[in-house]
């Protein structure tokens, strides 16, 4: 990309996530870059996009789900207990940022066709469920969730990922939603699962 869009006026618009920033309550594009180790990574390479000599963006989503799909399956199929009770990533008192998959794609044409370029917009609809709200969705009002240590969801699921999966975040989209009229509209992640 770099080699092909220097010095143009191309649009390339590169996704980053919402985990880069760490824990927060009301996280922004203007939050300090905390990220955990699975995504410490993508940082250097979203700074080179905003300075590059070309008009790109950066979008970092939250949790994707949509269709039965994406990062809330590792709670939705998670294993059951013992008393089978479904277990939770880790204590299940963490916020989760999301964003519906077909809200997310809105968001990227908006990002595409209007950015000026050298700026994050993060793609997160309002609607930040405890993974605990997410797995009492994902079986209904009369089973059991339960906690699951977290070194067994660490040996379940991976270090990395998992320690990812522990952070307590919560965002708006705020800045997306003002510089595009971004509105996303989709049904949230619980209401989804009560759904199905």
């Given amino acids: 990309v770099f080699e092909a869009y220097s010095g143009t006026q191309k649009r390339y618009v590169h996704t980053g996530g919402v985990w880069v920033h760490g824990p927060g309550w009301d996280i922004t594009e ?33 949790i994707v789900y949509g269709y039965g799909k994406g990062i809330p399956t590792t709670i939705t199929g998670a294993p059951k207990s013992e008393t089978g009770a479904l277990l939770l990533v880790g204590g299940g008192d963490q916020h989760w940022t999301t964003v519906h998959v077909d809200d997310l794609a809105d968001l990227y044409v908006k990002v595409l066709e209007e950015a000026p370029g050298g700026e994050r917009y993060i793609g997160a609809n309002g609607d930040n469920p405890t993974v605990r709200e997410i797995g009492q969705a994902s079986v209904g009002p009369d089973a059991e969730v339960a906690p699951e240590a977290e070194q067994a969801s660490i040996d379940r699921l991976g270090e990395n990922f998992a320690k990812a999966l522990f952070l307590d975040q919560q965002a708006t989209g705020r800045k997306s939603r003002l510089t595009f009229g971004w509105t996303p ?12």
């Fill in 30 to 62: 203007d939050t300090p870059i905390n990220a955990p180790e699975a995504t410490a990574w993508r940082e250097p390479r979203e700074q080179r996009v905003l300075r590059a000599d070309f008009v790109g963006s950066v979008v970092e989503p939250g």
């Fill in 185 to 196: 509209s989709r049904p949230s992640l619980v209401e989804e699962l009560k759904a199905k």
